[in-house]
């Protein structure tokens, strides 16, 4: 009887060379590919080389903070996004602006007082107690003053003649705009209330005033960092 598949009594079934048993056929050299060398089954590949991997360090420039300018010349220029460079005021300048508006304050506030005393001493001298009463008077001047005129104008009468405005991110590029009312009175009471703590209110008040001093890089005081406002200067350079 004759072996219907060609084979002799005793023998295997015969493949053709370099194919596996079982009906599975592959070309030889080829195999199954995989998503990436040494990645196992249902991870993602490796990113090509050159390409920053996941939780890998970025390097290179940070870009400044929302609010914050960036420093182009430690202690004399910075930018905006939408602003060319602009020139930090000098502490000679805005120790001039101080002094003008303490002058427009003080002055009015000296008159009233010496009246005041005047008036008392006439009148009923046990009525002493009515000068406590005056003791915060200075404070909320400069806060109605000054933050006014800020939050409308981004400038005092001092800072005009001395050539200063005082600068947000948002109003850095409206000449003649004011830092808004938030931003003013943040910066004026940083400065100011600290005069009210008894015994050490002065000169906290007055490191506050000379705390741009501390800064090289954008002679922000500590008023300036909390509002996050710039003193920048409105004269040409030459």
């Known amino acids: ?119 008392i001493i006439a009148g009923d001298p046990s009525s002493w107690w009515i000068f406590i009463l005056f003791l915060p008077l200075t404070s909320l001047s400069v806060l109605v003053y000054e933050g006014t005129m800020l939050a409308t104008r981004g400038a005092t009468v001092g800072k005009n003649v001395a050539g200063i405005r005082v600068v947000t991110e948002q109003s850095a590029g409206q000449p003649g705009g004011g830092i808004g009312g938030g931003p003013a009175f943040t910066r004026l009471a940083t400065m100011v209330l600290p005069g009210l703590i008894p015994c050490i209110g002065g000169l906290v008040e007055l490191l506050v005033i000379l705390s741009p001093f501390f800064d090289e890089q954008a002679r922000q005081g500590w008023h300036d960092k909390a509002a996050k406002t710039y003193a920048i200067s409105t004269k040409a350079m030459y």
Do not use: C, E, K, W
């Open 1 to 119: 009887m004759t072996n219907p598949y060609g084979q002799q009594p005793g023998q295997y079934p015969q493949q053709p060379y370099g194919q596996p048993s079982g009906g599975f056929q592959q070309p030889y050299g080829q195999y199954p590919q995989t998503p990436g060398y040494g990645a196992p089954q249902g991870y993602p590949a490796q990113p090509p080389y050159g390409q920053p991997q996941y939780g890998q360090p970025q390097y290179g420039p940070i870009p400044p903070l929302p609010g914050q300018a960036h420093i182009v010349v430690p202690g004399s220029q910075i930018q905006f996004p939408h602003t060319p460079p602009l020139v930090l005021a000098t502490m000679g300048s805005r120790f001039l602006a101080r002094v003008v508006d303490g002058l427009i304050i003080g002055v009015p506030l000296t008159i009233l007082i010496v009246i005041l005393q005047f008036a």
